[in-house]
Every structure is written in C-alpha cells, then in structure tokens.
C-alpha cells in the first residue's frame, strides 16, 4: 500500500492511497504523518472510500510535513568511514 500526501489547493493537503492511477482520499487526515498516528492507520488507510483524484498532474506534498525527528548519516569523506 502507497500513502501520499496531496495538495488540494488554498493550502489545504489530505492523505491519499495509491490504488494504480487514482489516488483515494483519506477522510479527517490533512497528511501521511497525522493518519500514522492513528493506532488503527492501516485499516483505516485500506478502508477508505474518500474522494478518487488522477494520479496523473497530481500536486503531491511532503509525506510527513512536520517530522519528529530528522536522522541524518553523512559519510563523505574516506577517514569518517
């Protein structure tokens, strides 16, 4: 299952589910990163039957816009390996 998080216009963004080239609105989830707090997330994401948007020219957003936590790895240079 692929969530995505969609710009609907006027700053206004909702989770999506990929299902091949539609894209299936989550209701009461404004993003990705607010629906995976919800215990229930992945009966609710496969369960949804929101409004369907065209994959194609579809204004995707950041997954999860506001992170708790960002970890970043940096191996750039021979000696730090």
Not at 24 to 31: C, L, Q, R
Request: aromatic letters at 4%; a negative charge.
């Amino acid at each position: 299952m692929k969530l995505l998080t969609l710009r609907l216009g006027n700053g206004v963004t909702t989770a999506v589910r990929q299902d091949g080239d539609t894209l299936t609105e989550i209701p009461g989830f404004p993003d990705v990163g607010a629906l995976l707090k919800d215990p229930n997330w992945e009966t609710t994401a496969k369960t949804a039957e929101g409004t369907p948007h065209p994959y194609d020219g579809a204004d995707l957003a950041a997954v999860v816009p506001s992170p708790g936590k960002i970890i970043c790895v940096g191996q750039n240079y021979r000696n730090h390996i």
